[in-house]
């Protein structure tokens, strides 16, 4: 980094102190942070004035994602609670000031339970530099503006950090059905998830990373009594962080929301504006890739795939097939690709889990993803759904014989693993949800040699019902039997010259209970070569 980057370079608090100032000061003419022409995309800047207090139904739940090529795009997102006139960003940079305006498309759902419009607004902003800073503020006529940051994906191998986490729910409370708002005693409301599920933010927060995986089962609006008001209160506990940088979620069976369209997902692919390239309308958002730096990341919707139901309906088969052949074709390409070194899958719904307690591993799952995960030599699979940390062996192929397809281990290292040879899955479903499945992980002998039990799911029989077969769990690795909150950290180094080793350095943390510290529970490494050494890749 160059000694002026890092004098230009926006934290935080001094850009939310220069937004504050602005705003408080109601100026009636563009918002400038200094002099000179922005350094993005020229464009006329649509700030006409900022209102303080006003009946406009303000910005909410601001959040960020990657466009297609997150070197060069940003997608900035919020909800209202009416139509509003002229939504956009303005946006720049700390020398330049906001230069440059994009207007915002506005995707409305009728929800399902009680018939409520909810309004989101998506301005994609383009032709950006990689690795680089911008400031940006959403609004729109008549509402006061809402304001962050951003940093652009670096062009190239390049060092980075991202994190992951799922199942977190909405640290906040509804109203039951029926209830009084008059009363104070506490009868009338209904929890929605557990303090953790704000605690993690400020996690993600102390890490900083690049961007953030959300592994699905997002806000459980879904078993709520007020569906909008859940998913309000997720958007607004998240943005504290995903104003700051791009949170990518999957969708997990939570999102599955009776009346809401076909699927039941038109919530989750309204409040979302992802990378999708599905031409299909109602398929749109449901899985997505992008790329940073040497590292692919596959965003899948398992629910088409997998056996279990857990939804509000059951969905299975939904793509026809589109999904799995969408997924073989980006495998291969990656894996192609002398520009990728890492290929990392995001999903909700596991192939690994010994918590009895809990779902346990699809066979659909195993079955489908399997093959092409071994084929490819997918080398991280980050997924929710079970409530616990959980991760496994390097597995490669299965246990001969096995009517559960038992995940082989291809090494027992758990320190440092050889990528090449095995892909490495990790549950990590403790993002605050309550109903935690840490507390019943198997610790039976199952066959003589110290290898304790998994159930996997190989039939389906409804809703939260199943058909299980025992297996020996010898793919098991490292379990979190005493704490059932927490998030994991991923450090990709890309290595110094073609050919040359390149590593992810590894750290979970959980989340302490009640104070919300973090503690870290493990380390390891993942490590491979890189694929521009002429041989020695898939």
């Not at 504050?20 to 700030?47: C, F, H, Q, R």
């Not at 038992?406 to 899955?425: F, K, R």
């Not at 058909?467 to 990709?492: C, L, M, N, S």
């Amino acid at each position: 980094m160059s000694e002026e980057s890092k004098q230009t370079r926006i934290s935080r608090r001094n850009a939310l102190g220069l937004f504050g100032a602005t705003v408080s000061g109601a100026a009636a003419g563009p918002l400038l942070l200094g002099a000179g022409a922005a350094e993005a995309v020229p464009a006329k800047s649509e700030v006409t004035g900022l209102t303080t207090g006003s009946a406009t139904t303000p910005v909410q739940g601001l959040h960020l994602t990657f466009g297609a090529d997150p070197r060069s795009q940003m997608v900035v997102s919020w909800v209202t609670d009416a139509a509003v006139k002229n939504p956009r960003v303005v946006y720049g940079t700390l020398s330049g000031g906001f230069g440059s305006t994009a207007h915002a498309t506005t995707k409305t759902y009728v929800d399902g339970t009680s018939g409520r419009t909810v309004w989101v607004h998506h301005a994609q902003i383009s032709k950006l530099k990689a690795d680089s800073d911008y400031l940006y503020a959403a609004q729109h006529d008549g509402a006061t503006p809402d304001a962050g940051t951003f940093h652009t994906a670096p062009s190239g191998r390049a060092p980075f950090t991202f994190t992951s986490f799922g199942d977190q729910g909405a640290p906040s409370v509804t109203w039951k059905t029926g209830a009084n708002p008059a009363d104070a005693s506490g009868r009338d409301f209904e929890p929605n998830a557990t303090p953790a599920s704000a605690d993690i933010v400020t996690g993600i927060e102390k890490v900083g990373p690049l961007f953030h995986l959300l592994n699905g089962d997002l806000c459980y609006a879904n078993t709520g009594p007020d569906r909008i008001r859940v998913w309000h209160d997720f958007l607004a506990n998240n943005s504290r962080s995903a104003r700051f940088r791009p949170w990518m979620p999957c969708a997990g069976n939570h999102e599955i929301e009776l009346g809401n369209g076909k699927l039941g997902l038109d919530a989750y692919q309204t409040y979302f504006e992802l990378p999708s390239t599905e031409t299909q309308p109602e398929l749109d958002n449901l899985w997505y890739s992008f790329t940073v730096g040497s590292v692919k990341v596959i965003s899948l919707q398992n629910d088409d795939i997998a056996l279990q139901e857990g939804g509000d309906i059951y969905i299975n088969g939904y793509s026809g097939g589109r999904q799995l052949a969408w997924l073989e074709k980006e495998l291969k390409s990656a894996r192609a690709s002398k520009d990728i070194d890492w290929i990392v899958i995001c999903m909700h719904q596991v192939m690994i889990s010994s918590a009895t307690a809990a779902n346990g591993p699809d066979l659909a799952l195993r079955a489908a993803y399997g093959p092409l995960f071994d084929k490819y030599g997918v080398d991280l699979v980050v997924c929710g759904h079970e409530h616990d940390y959980e991760r496994s062996l390097a597995v490669r192929g299965v246990v001969p014989g096995s009517v559960t397809l038992t995940p082989n281990p291809s090494q027992t290292a758990l320190d440092v693993i050889e990528s090449e040879h095995g892909t490495t899955h990790m549950i990590l479903g403790g993002g605050g949800v309550s109903g935690i499945t840490n507390n019943s992980f198997t610790t039976d002998d199952a066959d003589g040699h110290g290898h304790h039990s998994a159930y996997v799911q190989t039939k389906h029989v409804g809703k939260f019902n199943s058909v299980k077969e025992q297996e020996t769990a010898i793919w098991i690795g490292v379990r979190d039997a005493e704490h059932p909150y927490g998030f994991a950290e991923f450090t990709v180094d890309p290595g110094r010259h073609p050919g040359d080793m390149t590593r992810i350095y590894v750290t979970y943390y959980n989340i302490i209970t009640p104070t919300g510290e973090l503690s870290v529970f493990e380390k390891f490494t993942l490590q491979r070569r890189r694929s521009d050494g002429g041989n020695g890749h898939h």
